[in-house]
């Protein structure tokens, strides 16, 4: 059974990378599909006691896992955005939950209760890879994965308190103080693990690769079950805070680390999800019929968006980002494993309700994990959510400026520079950035560079840009539009033309803009005067916008489009000019026309 449910698990992975969606899609079908209510081939009751601690254990890889990926310093600009999340819109989304569940499905408020506190959980085990997979920009991927973790933990704690309220009727005070009991427990347990194995690898004398490995995995569990132990429930937020504790601290090993656990992880992941749809029972989810659909459309569209629009109020996520978050609220794999413990223990008490909660959680989770898997892509595509990745070498005041300009506009951005002190400079200012030689190409790959669309050298230095750029194209495949250099001696601008790489001397262009505007002073007020304009090329790929003239397009009065490239051919863009499929547009704008322009061209 365990050689059938792996490789089961591979062909899952398989297919997810083959049809572009989370294998979790795939992996839900093969439970239910090998499961007793269908081919009967697997029961996972068989495993007894066993399948609890299975479930628990890989529970605490996957959530460490999503801990140790997250680096605190780079969530400067967005950590209270998380923070109010993971409460108070954890609280949003439990309240309502409840209320809504209690009044449509008619089930005891108690059950209800329960419920609505597994549902504030979103899942690190979908988000983690759905974010991998499509790519959207840095703050975004991090607020959804920081809420996942965030938000697992405080919703396994909330639930447990609801199910002592209904198994030992609990009163007000003791539920309160049992929250804060856990809530304390498992801190502590996280924080105590995280310096001490962080303090361990970075002065440990002769420590290996693979010793850190296994006693990394060795701590995670230790971590888990003593705090379960002193604290029930209390387990997943201390590998959380164990894992975050780990992904913000520079110890040794630390890529070792997340590779090792990134192989264990899908593993894990794949293992949990096919025990967990094969115990699925069909009679479960008919009982809950076309209301429980209903109530699980209601917190995906009205209370999803309700709690990420109420608690980003004043954050730096756009509207677009705020949109996309709202609608990226996948349940994943701890609600669905600590639904069905408390069913198994609510049925060994004679307690109703238990089997009904199960049905009502694997359809929130089946309904979430398929939406969210199909329609994240093209979502993501439509509001515009996925940005470029840039890689920029050297962080001094050109990299640094460029680096903000970029963030500022929405793309992912990482700055690799061989000072420490640039490299603080740019993550307090919430810019990823990789101390290290730019010249060294494991320091690059670090960096990101295989996954980047340009590579942007711009350190002092122009024998280090030059050969920077020379690996970018021979060693990583990038072509000539996708590497640029700054070039400091304006003797040295040959070298990079003839080797076909487009670069740009300051010296040179503040002379050529200086001439422009001695005579013609507002030729480039616009874009220079306190950073208020901005120049973008657009490609044309609205249908309703090929086949019409210039002079017809209804364009903002604060922009201008200057030029239109076909093919290999420049037009200067004339009111007579009609417009054709994937012509690339420039336009130039005050204040956001520009992007108006760009929301009008493009699908």
């Known amino acids: 059974m365990a050689v059938i449910v792996l490789i089961l698990a591979l062909l899952a992975q398989q297919l997810g990378k083959i049809f572009k969606v989370p294998p979790i899609l795939f992996l839900l079908a093969e439970g239910i599909i090998i499961g007793p209510e269908v081919l009967n081939i697997f029961d996972p009751n068989i495993l007894g006691d066993g399948l609890t601690v299975l479930v628990s254990l890989s529970v605490a890889i996957i959530v460490f ?3 140790l990926n997250l680096d605190l310093k780079y969530l400067r600009t967005i950590h209270k955005s998380t923070l109010k999340l993971s409460t108070i819109g954890l609280l949003i989304t439990f309240i309502l939950t409840t ?11 108690e059950m209800a209760a329960l419920y609505g506190a597994l549902m504030g959980a979103t899942g690190p085990t979908v988000i983690t890879p759905l974010v991998k997979n499509v790519k959207v920009n840095h703050k975004t991927s991090k607020v959804l994965e920081l809420e996942g973790v965030f938000n697992d933990a405080a919703s396994v704690i909330l639930a447990a308190v609801i199910f002592e309220f209904i198994v030992f009727q609990l009163s007000g005070i003791e539920a309160i103080a049992g929250i804060f009991y856990r809530f304390i427990a498992g801190a502590s347990m996280g924080v105590l693990s995280g310096f001490a194995l962080s303090k361990f690898l970075s002065k440990g004398p002769f420590i290996s690769p693979q010793t850190a490995r296994l006693l990394t995995l060795t701590l995670v569990i230790g971590t888990y079950v003593i705090s379960e132990m002193i604290g029930s429930e209390s387990g997943v937020l201390a590998v959380a805070l164990f894992g975050i504790i780990m992904g913000t601290s520079n110890v040794r090993y630390k890529m070792v680390l997340k590779e090792f656990k990134s192989d264990l992880v899908v593993m894990m992941l794949s293992l949990i999800f096919i025990l967990l749809a094969a115990l699925l029972k069909f009679d479960n989810i008919i009982q809950i019929g076309v209301t429980g659909i209903i109530i699980v459309l209601l917190l995906m569209f009205l209370i999803r968006p309700l709690s990420v629009f109420s608690t980003t109020i004043g954050s730096q996520l756009g509207r677009n980002d705020k949109l996309f978050i709202s609608l990226i609220g996948p349940k994943g794999v701890v609600p669905a494993s600590i639904a069905t413990y408390f069913a198994i223990r609510l049925d060994a008490l004679n307690i109703e309700g238990g089997q009904t909660l199960v049905g009502l959680v694997f359809l929130t989770v089946i309904i979430t994990v398929f939406m969210t898997g199909t329609l994240s892509k093209p979502l993501a595509n439509k509001l515009g959510v996925i940005p470029m990745e840039i890689l920029i070498v050297g962080g001094g005041n050109v990299g640094q400026l460029l680096a903000k300009r970029l963030e500022k506009r929405g793309e992912n951005v990482v700055v690799v520079d061989s000072s420490k002190e640039k490299c603080h400079e740019l993550m307090n200012s919430g810019i990823r950035a990789v101390h290290g030689d730019v010249e060294d190409m494991n320091i690059l790959k670090d960096a990101g560079i295989e996954n980047a669309k340009y590579v942007v050298a ?5 024998n280090t840009n030059l050969l920077v750029c020379q690996v ?21 601008l040959h070298a990079f033309w003839d080797l076909d790489i487009r670069s740009m001397s300051p010296a040179k262009t503040t002379a050529i803009v200086l001439d422009d505007m001695i005579g013609r002073p507002h030729m480039f007020s616009m874009c220079e005067v306190g950073g208020e304009g901005e120049i973008l090329e657009i ?22 489009m200057l030029m239109v490239r076909r093919d290999d051919e420049s037009i200067i863009a004339h009111g007579d000019l009609v417009l054709e499929y994937n012509d690339i547009v420039t336009v130039i704008g005050e204040g956001d026309s520009a992007k108006v322009v760009a929301d009008m061209l493009e699908k």
């Open 65 to 67: 896992d999503g801990g």
């Open 99 to 109: 209320i809504l569940t209690h009044f449509l499905l008619g089930i005891q408020l």
């Open 458 to 462: 711009t350190t002092d230095k122009d």
């Open 472 to 492: 970018a194209k021979s060693k990583f495949g990038f072509n000539k539009d996708q590497v640029v250099a700054r070039v400091n001696d304006v003797e040295n």
């Open 539 to 560: 490609a044309v790929t609205n249908p309703n916008v090929v086949g019409k003239a210039v002079k017809n397009l209804a364009l903002p009065r604060e922009s201008l």
